[in-house]
């Protein structure tokens, strides 16, 4: 799938309208957003900003135990997830009381997230009317030291990494194109293939898996010229 700016604007736009209008999500509300790296997660996330709520994306991998301690700790009702991922979602409903909703996307059925964002008039979203210093976005550690910790982000924090390591030292122009491995649940991910090419106008190629010999190949077909990855 090949979106343009235009084109993917016009998505975070449905969702936000998703969120607002037939959701009921208000300032403040966290959305927690389960998927793999593609442009639907992608789109989700930046609509829960621009919708004035609060994002906590998860990692693909997380089963329902792990996914019920961020909903119990962060007090999250809703959550958008990609329906090849409604199991385990649908089984976190069972461990976490504070999760009331769940609507999936890819699902083709009729109360799915791109029915809803189908509708007229949804193309257009004023964003809400946030402050510099609004949370936007609660990450969760992988608790390798105990519980995982909830990290809030600001809205400010999020133009501030691309405005400073992006701009200073990555120096990526409009021309350049982002590739990685990193899940957009990860900050590391979420900076290096959304944030960081969306702010200087470049292009991010998202891989829904990236293994050493995918992501290698995906380099040369799409001719990458950032990559965000660790050693493996």
């Known amino acids: 799938e090949t979106l343009t700016y235009g084109a993917f604007l016009d998505r975070v736009n449905r969702i936000a309208n998703v969120l607002v209008r037939d959701l009921g999500v208000k300032p403040g509300n966290r959305v927690l957003l389960r998927g793999a790296n593609n442009p639907m997660m992608a789109a989700a996330i930046l609509a829960v900003f621009?919708?004035?709520g609060i994002a906590v994306a998860t990692m693909p991998l997380l089963r329902a135990r792990e996914l019920a301690y961020p909903i119990r700790k962060a007090k999250i009702a809703l959550a958008l997830c990609d329906a090849r991922l409604?199991?385990?979602?649908?089984?976190?409903k069972e461990l976490a009381s504070d999760l009331q909703q769940i609507v999936s996307w890819g699902s083709g059925s009729a109360d799915a997230l791109e029915t809803l964002m189908a509708k007229p008039g949804y193309g257009e979203f004023t964003a809400c009317d946030t402050a510099s210093d609004d949370v936007c976005l609660i990450?969760?550690?992988s608790g390798t030291t105990g519980e995982p910790k909830g990290t809030m982000h600001y809205h400010r924090d999020v133009l501030a990494t691309c405005d400073s390591y992006g701009k200073y030292v990555l120096r990526a122009g409009a021309d350049d194109r982002f590739i990685g491995s990193p899940p957009l649940a990860f900050t590391f991910g979420l900076g290096g293939l959304l944030l960081f090419p969306l702010r200087i106008g470049?292009?991010?190629?998202?891989?829904?898996?990236?293994p050493p010999d995918e992501l290698v190949a995906a380099i040369e077909k799409y001719r990458a010229s950032v990559c965000f990855t660790a050693p493996t």
């Open 50 to 52: 621009k919708a004035g």
């Open 139 to 141: 990450a969760f550690t």
């Open 202 to 210: 470049a292009s991010t190629v998202l891989l829904e898996k990236a």
């Open 86 to 92: 409604a199991e385990e979602m649908d089984k976190t």
